[in-house]
C-alpha cells in the first residue's frame, strides 16, 4: 500500500492540468445546466400559474416528462435525437455537416432536465407569496416588472431557496453523466488517468474528494443566500 501511495502522488504531477481541466469543465457544465435551469424553471412557473389552458397544459406535459423518465436516458435521447434531426436538415438543406458538441448537448440536457424541477419550485414558492404583496406594489406606483423584481422577487427567493439549493447539489453531482457523451468532464479525465497509471482507485476516490469539496463549498454559498434574502424575515426575539 505505501508503495501504491507513493506511486499515486508522484504519478498525480503528471496528470494534474488533465484533472484541472476536467474540474473546469464540469463546473462551467454545472454553472452553465443551472442558468439555463432556472430561465426554464421561471417560464415553466409563469406558465404553470398563467390564465392561459394551453400553456398550463405544455407547462405539466414538461415536468411530466422529466420526472418520469431518467436522466441518462434523456441525455442520450436529445445528444443522439438532436444531432441525428440537425444532420437530416443540413443535408436537405444542402449545408456542411454540423456537429453538436458535448459540452452544449450537456448544457442543454441538464438544462432542460433541471428546469422541470426548478419550475416546481418557483410554482410552490410564487403561490406562497400573498397576492396582497402585488396590489402593494402596485398602490406604491410601482408596474408589474418593478413589483416582481423588488417586492415579490426577493419574497420568492427566500422560499425557493432550500429547494434550488437540493436542485443544485443533485445538479452537480448529475454533471458525471455527461462523461457517457464523450466530454472530458472531472469522472472521464480521473478515468483516463487511472486507465493510463493503472491507478484507477486512487483517481477516482480523488475524484469523489473533489465533488465533496464543491458540495461543500456550495452548501456555505447557500447558507449566505438564505440569510441575505432571510433578511426581515426572522421571527423577533422573545
Known sequence: MPVTFTHFISTLDAYAPLLLLGVCVTLQ???LSVLLG????????AAKLSGLRLLRLWAQLYTTLVR???DLLLMLLIFYGAQTGLSRLTRALGWDYIEIDPLSAGVLTLGFIYGAYF?????????AVPRGQFQAAKALGMTFTQGFVHVVFPQMMRLALPGLGNNWMVLLKATALVSVIGLADLIKVAQMAGKGSQLLLPFLLLA???YLLSSSVSNLALRWLERRYGVGAQEPSR
Do not use: D
Not at 38 to 45: F, I, K, Q, R
Not at 119 to 127: K, N
Open 29 to 31: 457544465l454545472a454553472l
Open 119 to 127: 419550475t416546481e419550485t418557483f410554482r410552490g414558492a410564487l403561490l
Open 208 to 210: 469523489a474528494l473533489i
Open 38 to 45: 432556472l430561465l426554464l424553471g421561471l417560464l415553466g412557473a
Open 68 to 70: 418520469g423518465v431518467p
